[in-house]
């Protein structure tokens, strides 16, 4: 059993090559949409359009629960690997591997307060400018050439066609995407409130605790969005551990540009 996350500004199709390969070979794969994204709704006009990190982990052992799967690797990058990484910490039992792209990626609000150096603020040019109004409305207003603009700059060396773009755009129209998006990023940045129920959860990953299943971390030879270098955070874990760089250009959507890497991670940390 594999679950597969993406991120912001990514899809489902992320993982397009990654999962019938696997599926091929046996595996149940379940590639969910994240809240805000495509099919997805919220069953209430009243709750709130709530996306802070424990708020996307609890959907997915949600998820598990109601699809009767106990254990499964998570597999992701961007949120899916930060969601796959508070999955490992908050429920180890639940985890039986991890693969993480750009590794240890679990923060809180008061690391979200950290200065980075100039190249890594002006990485998260982004964040800034939803943390404004004006950065709300543009985003609402010029989504798809947002998104496209974002691919661009994560993966400078990713040669994609209008038709894979536009394949994943259609999930970004969801009628709650932009809410999620930019409560992420404004709470990241303690912007925003979370809701109570997740408080705990997040006081528990406030403190940076290590990941102690099988892991697999990966990073791309041209990953354009900021990232640390794996030296950073190979200490936080203390399980069976392995990190791996992918070349030849490889950007920041890592399982579409890099599928056959992907996979093989995938099985790796399967035998661990």
């Known amino acids: ?3 597969y996350e ?5 899809d489902i199709h992320s993982f397009v ?3 019938p390969y696997l599926a091929s070979r046996g595996y149940r794969v379940i590639v ?3 809240r805000g994204y495509g099919s997805t709704r919220f069953l209430s006009d009243q709750t709130m359009r709530n996306g802070e990190p424990a708020a996307v982990a609890v959907d997915i052992i949600a998820l598990m629960d109601a699809l009767k799967i106990q254990k499964a690797i998570l597999a992701g990058f961007d949120w899916g690997a930060r969601t796959a990484d508070i999955i490992a910490v908050l429920w180890p039992d639940r985890c039986k591997g991890l693969v993480s ?19 890594g603020e002006l990485a998260w040019w982004y964040q800034f400018y939803f943390a404004t109004e004006r950065g709300r409305a543009g985003y609402e207003k010029y989504t798809h050439d947002f998104v496209r603009l974002i691919w661009r700059q994560a993966s400078p ?3 994609f066609d209008d038709a894979a773009f536009e394949r994943s755009a259609s999930a970004f129209t969801n009628p ?5 998006t930019i409560h992420n990023y404004r709470w990241r940045q303690g912007l925003a409130t979370g809701e109570a ?3 705990d959860l997040e006081r528990r990953l406030a403190s940076a605790p290590p990941i102690t299943v099988p892991s697999i971390t990966m990073e791309g030879d041209a990953n354009g969005a900021f990232h640390v270098p794996p030296g950073a955070y190979g200490a936080k874990f203390t399980g069976r551990y392995e990190h791996r760089t992918i070349t030849g250009g490889i950007g920041h959507n890592l399982p579409q540009e890099a599928p056959q890497a992907f996979v093989q991670a995938v099985i790796d940390v399967d035998r661990f």
């Open 32 to 34: 969910p949409y994240l």
């Open 176 to 180: 709650d995407h932009v809410s999620i």
């Open 197 to 199: 129920n997740y408080e």
């Open 17 to 19: 090559d990654v999962a």
């Open 101 to 119: 792209v750009s590794g240890y990626l679990i923060g809180s609000q008061e690391a979200g307060k950290m200065p980075l150096p100039p190249d």
């Open 157 to 159: 060396k990713w040669d």
């Open 6 to 10: 993406g991120g912001w500004p990514y």
């Open 1 to 3: 059993m594999f679950y």
